[in-house]
């Protein structure tokens, strides 16, 4: 447990109290080789995407600003040429990288080159435990070999990954054997349940989310017995987005968090501390519960984890409430009160934990 007298506690306190972006989200580009029908990206075919120039000279004032991590995704990292030009200034200015791939363009050249930047982690998408499956959500015949070929030559290389899935309709039932998989061969198995709209608005993604009798299934045994990991929301901030956590887009825009994508400025024109005092990052690191209308009395309270952000993608409104996230809490609380009901009483069905999920949903 960690407590305000663990030094790692008191440098993220101080990042937080000092607007310091020590967790930086760069999406490095909105192109992929493959077609997930839940990807929220929409790349914008006049943008412009940042040049390897520009992206140094933003490194470099990430590194003065007090920066630690640096977290690469994409759309997929790997379709830069210059990605590993990119990464390895990066690791020269003494960043903590974190890479997210879909694995599919790792070879041995590849994996030998990712193992020269000594990564933390290598997080790789696996949308199923079987061909079929992966092969049908990311469009693309032969990627879930691929991957699995990626992994097995980091892990030949002693490179850490983890494997991280979005549990939909469409896999929900392999959730398992992902667990399985990712166990066998040594990587941590990170999933979530929650798919968010695409940046044009388009709410087509949100088809495959699961409903609520699908997630109490889903996640009953995944929390302890008598619900000790259940989440709460905190009084004093609902998320860490504008404080210590930075989002910068392919094209150079600053966003409080990656699913938040109201840009505060463009790093190729505006100083990091002028985006960091703009209005939109202002706005969502003031927003306490008392500030939310439809939450701070509510009784799922000790189950959520809102997300501003998905508020505003559905609503507009950054105080307003999230239909996702109001079912997750709803779903956890079903499954935190069962666990507890039956620990003195181990014959009783889940039906009414069900039900409740579903009315929640319908609301």
């Known amino acids: 447990m960690h407590t305000d007298t663990d030094p790692y506690v008191r440098i993220i306190k101080k990042t937080q109290d000092r607007f310091i972006p020590f967790i930086v989200h760069w999406e490095l580009t909105y192109h992929c080789n493959l077609q997930c029908p839940h990807c929220y990206v929409v790349p914008t075919e006049s943008g412009k995407e940042l040049s390897q120039e520009e992206i140094t000279g933003i490194l470099d004032i990430l ?3 007090g920066t630690l991590y640096i977290i690469f995704t994409g759309g997929e990292i790997l379709t830069r040429e210059d990605f590993f030009d990119i990464a390895g200034y990066a690791r020269e200015k003494g960043f903590a990288l974190r890479l997210l791939t879909n694995g599919t363009l790792i070879d041995e050249r590849v994996a030998d080159q990712i193992e020269q930047l000594n990564p933390l982690s290598v997080e790789m998408s696996l949308y199923g435990s079987r061909p079929a499956t992966h092969d049908r959500i990311t469009a693309s015949p032969g990627s879930f070999e691929r991957s699995l070929r990626a992994l097995k030559l980091l892990n030949d ?3 850490r990954t983890r494997v991280k899935s979005l549990i939909m309709k469409l896999n929900a039932v392999e959730f398992q054997e992902m667990k399985k998989f990712a166990r066998k ?3 941590q198995f ?3 349940t929650i798919v968010i709209p695409k940046l044009d608005g388009s709410m087509a993604p949100c088809r495959n989310c699961l409903d609520g009798e699908e997630l109490y299934r889903l996640l009953y045994p995944e929390v302890r017995e008598k619900g000790e990991n259940a989440n709460s929301l905190q009084d004093d901030l609902s998320c860490t987005a504008g404080l210590n956590v930075l989002s910068i ?3 150079g825009d600053a966003y ?3 699913a938040f994508k ?4 463009n790093l190729t024109k505006d100083s990091l501390c002028k985006i960091q005092r703009s209005p939109i990052f202002s706005k969502i690191r003031s927003i306490t519960l008392s500030d939310l209308p439809e939450c701070k009395g509510c009784e799922l309270i000790p189950y959520c984890n809102r997300c501003p952000a998905l508020a505003w993608m559905e609503s507009g409104d950054l105080l307003g409430r999230s239909e996702p996230n109001c079912l997750l809490a709803s779903v956890m609380r079903s499954i935190v009160h069962d666990k507890r009901r039956r620990a003195g009483t181990e014959n009783r069905t889940p039906t009414s934990a069900q039900n409740s999920g579903r009315r929640e949903q319908r609301s």
Not at 262 to 265: D, L, V
């Open 249 to 251: 887009s392919p094209y």
């Open 157 to 159: 290389r002693s490179i």
């Open 262 to 265: 109201e840009s505060g400025g």
């Open 256 to 258: 409080p968090c990656m």
């Open 63 to 65: 590194k003065e600003s």
């Open 185 to 187: 061969i040594g990587s």
């Open 190 to 192: 990170i999933y979530d």
